[in-house]
């Protein structure tokens, strides 16, 4: 029984690792993608497959403010083929997406000019509800002052 219980924490250790890994493997590159923006945090995404009309995202509130151009950049687990999707929105609008559907291509994160200040989304999705580990970072770029 003991070498069952040992077994068993062996494995769920190695699991909860390799994520923790996976995390901070991605934050460590992304913080070399995002220029000469101050990093400010990051959000650690992990996914399981997303059932068919359920599809799986994560959901973070973030206030920004007025004036303030930040820098939203996703970065992905190698071995998944289909990018990690990040979106800005608040109840009513998207503002910013990092994925262009008429091109059918990933932009690795976008640039957002808060136009106003208040509570916004950040919300995290795998394209085609797959599974996978990834990250957005979330940095400071300028503040754009009227005077």
């Known amino acids: 029984m ?6 068993s924490f062996l494995i769920l250790g190695t699991i909860t690792n390799s994520n ?4 901070e493997i991605l ?3 992304g913080k070399t993608q995002i220029g000469d923006a101050s990093y400010i945090c990051d959000y650690k995404v992990v996914l399981d497959k997303s059932k068919k009309r359920k ?6 509130k973030i206030k920004l403010e007025k004036d303030n151009l930040y820098r939203f950049t996703t970065v992905n687990d190698l071995a998944n083929e289909n990018p990690l999707i ?12 990092s994925f262009d559907d ?3 291509k990933d932009k690795g994160g976008f ?15 795998y394209k085609d509800g797959t599974e996978g580990c990834g990250a957005v970072l979330f940095s400071f770029v300028k503040t754009y002052s009227k005077y």
Do not use: E, G, M
């Not at 003991?2 to 077994?7: A, Q």
């Not at 923790?20 to 995390?23: I, K, L, M």
């Open 20 to 23: 923790a890994q996976c995390s």
């Open 111 to 125: 640039d957002f000019l808060c136009k106003k200040t208040q509570n916004y989304y950040l919300t995290c999705f």
């Open 55 to 60: 599809p799986a995202f994560a959901n973070y």
């Open 102 to 104: 008429s091109k059918n």
């Open 86 to 97: 990040a979106k800005i929105s608040d109840d009513y609008n998207v503002y910013a997406i």
């Open 2 to 7: 003991k070498r069952f219980l040992y077994i």
């Open 27 to 29: 934050i460590t590159y």
